[in-house]
């Protein structure tokens, strides 16, 4: 089981990780959250509902490669330019949605964070209840997105990966990537059970 997971029961998932994993995987996430950006914060609009249902987000798609692809325009083909309605149209769209999305994935980069604080600094068996398995899905997807964008990873070259040399300064990265991927594959696999 180390560093899968593995089927738990009831829609569970159970992972065992030795401290490095566990420590390497905190460190993912928390720089997630950096990359996704604070939430409000006091005296916010988190702390009027009604403002928070009539807040704006931004208009415009992040110049971040990462944050792009976190945050896609809803309209459009992916690098391909677009023409002026379709822009307005993803704009609009944005302006009213990123801010729940952007709030959803930090909620799911702190559950696992949160989760893996649980152990303490030290590795051991974690065990993601069914209704937290979602989350946790969604945050290492989240990651592998993030860690692709920066590696340019295409489908085409995704095999060419596994052939890089150690000397390649990309390399730890792609290892990351790859575990990533190897992880949330098999939740996948133990969500269903």
Known sequence: MAGLFETAGEGAAAIALDEVEASILRSLEVQMLELIGPGPGPGGVGDDPLAALFAEGPSEAPADPALARLFPDAYGEPGEPADTE?????????????????????????????????????????????????????AL?????????????????????????????????????????????????????
């Not at 799911?108 to 065990?127: N, P």
């Not at 592998?144 to 964008?149: C, H, Q, V």
């Not at 990265?173 to 594959?185: D, K, N, P, T």
């Open 86 to 138: 379709t822009r307005a149209m993803a704009g609009e769209f944005r302006r009213y949605t990123e801010l729940d999305l952007r709030a959803r994935k930090r909620e799911d980069a702190l559950s696992v964070v949160r989760a893996l604080d649980g152990l303490g600094g030290d590795g051991g068996v974690l065990t993601v209840p069914a209704a937290d398995c979602p989350r946790w899905l969604g």
């Open 141 to 193: 997807n989240d990651l592998r997105l993030t860690l692709g964008s920066r590696l340019d990873v295409t489908e085409d070259d995704e095999e060419g990966l596994y052939a890089l040399p150690d000397s390649d300064p990309r390399k730890p990265l792609v290892m990351a990537y790859l575990w990533l991927g190897g992880m949330q594959e098999s939740l996948l696999e133990a969500m269903a059970g």
